[in-house]
């Protein structure tokens, strides 16, 4: 669907320390770094960060996520607990969302500008798995 998605930040150097430590637990590592810019990913960049003075301001009822693909329920964890470390915010301790499906597992935090980030992954040792990806 999406190649990437970009994203205004008021102080990269902030946003570089949030998000190089957040998404390490995740498998994801800045792939590009400039004066003005940083590019997230694995193999490739699906997220950038771009230098800017005027963001889009955070808006907690806007319904706008975005959602990080994690390996396991261990890194889910880790990206909450480095994120709080390093300037984010708490916006749902990692746990099982049962109202979405028995087997999500996810965490949310505010990244420095405000942005609402979550980390999910499926629980693998859920009773009675089930994929989430509102094909009903």
């Known amino acids: 669907m999406f190649d990437h998605i970009s994203i205004g930040v008021s102080d990269l150097a902030r946003s570089k320390r949030f998000y190089d ?3 390490a637990p995740l498998g994801y590592e800045c792939l590009r770094e400039r004066e003005t810019l940083l590019g997230y990913g694995r193999a490739h960049i699906g997220l950038w960060l771009l ?6 301001q955070a808006d907690p009822k806007s319904g706008l996520h975005f959602c990080f693909a994690a390996p396991n ?4 964890g880790e990206f909450y607990a480095a994120a ?3 300037g984010g915010q708490d916006n749902g301790a990692p746990g099982q969302r049962f109202e979405y499906a028995p087997d999500y597992y996810a965490a949310y935090v505010l990244d420095p500008d405000g942005y609402r980030l979550e980390a999910y992954t ?7 798995p089930r994929s989430l990806h509102f094909d009903d």
């Not at 230098?51 to 889009?56: H, L, S």
């Not at 329920?73 to 889910?76: A, L, M, P, T």
């Open 73 to 76: 329920v261990r890194s889910v």
């Open 84 to 86: 709080l470390a390093n």
């Open 122 to 128: 499926v629980d693998e040792e859920a009773e009675n």
């Open 21 to 23: 430590a957040a998404l």
């Open 51 to 56: 230098a800017t003075d005027q963001p889009v």
